[in-house]
């Protein structure tokens, strides 16, 4: 059975860094892009970017590029998402998801299977 | 950038209702669109992808159409546990979701 498990709930100030987390079980980790998606309060979700674990191929939305970082460690079946400084509109549910590529770019894909979100709130 | 824009944004039916959710692209997507259901506090689910693909382990009322720029999302028999936010997304060009749509009971 295909699992995506992510880190726990988190609270932090303005400025703080942060790295949360998302193991996969039950495929292959390494050979499916891995995405993250953000849902901010009462909100609609947003693609951030993909990562293939197998050589850390990583793909950001120009929304997001520069804002966060992704990575993802083969070894232990794990992607993250980082912040090197919070802020408070970074308050949101974030979700991976591991992503189906599309045939028509290489860049894009759906997602089929989803963690269970890891809840995010910055304030002072 | 390819922008989704999903109507209505909330839809009240009573169960046993046949529902239809549009999802309209700013530019052609071909069929490369995806369907997702998400209940409150929950992650979203896949529901439909490449337009009318339907995901293993989805019941058969939902159903997908469209091409171009106009899609749908059918539900045939509105059922008790369909009560959720449904997203579009396509995937043509990068990826982008559509609002959402909130069906309600009415």
């Known amino acids: 059975e295909v699992q995506l498990v992510q880190s726990g709930t988190e609270v932090k100030k303005p400025g703080e860094s942060l790295k949360i987390s998302c193991e996969g079980s039950?495929?292959?980790?390494?050979?499916?892009?891995i995405g993250w998606v953000r849902q901010m309060p009462g909100k609609g979700l947003e693609w951030m970017g993909i990562?293939?674990?197998?050589?850390?191929?990583?793909r950001s939305s120009p929304s997001f590029q520069g804002q966060v970082t992704i990575s993802a460690d083969k070894s232990t079946s794990t992607a993250y998402l980082q912040w090197s400084s919070l802020k408070a509109s970074d308050t949101a549910m974030y979700y991976c998801?591991?992503?189906?590529?599309?045939?028509?770019?290489?860049?894009?894909?759906?997602?089929?299977?989803w963690g269970q979100g890891t809840l995010v709130t910055v304030s002072s | 950038d390819i922008q989704m824009t999903q109507s209505p944004s909330t839809l009240s039916a009573s169960v046993g209702d046949r529902v239809t959710i549009t999802c309209r692209a700013s530019?052609?997507?071909?069929?490369?669109l995806a369907w997702y259901q998400q209940k409150p506090g929950k992650a979203p689910k896949l529901l439909i992808y490449?337009?009318?693909s339907l995901e293993s382990g989805v019941p058969s009322r939902f159903s997908g159409s469209g091409s171009g720029t106009e899609f749908t999302l059918t539900i045939s028999s509105l059922q008790p546990d369909d009560f959720a936010t449904y997203y579009c997304?396509?995937?043509?060009?990068?990826?982008?979701f559509g609002g959402g749509t909130k069906v309600e009971i009415k």
């Open positions: 998801a591991r992503h189906i590529i599309s045939q028509a770019d290489a860049r894009a894909g759906y997602f089929d299977y």
């Open positions: 039950g495929y292959r980790f390494s050979n499916y892009w």
């Open positions: 990562i293939y674990p197998a050589d850390s191929d990583t």
């Open positions: 530019q052609s997507i071909s069929s490369w």
């Open positions: 490449k337009a009318s």
């Open positions: 997304q396509q995937y043509n060009s990068y990826l982008t």
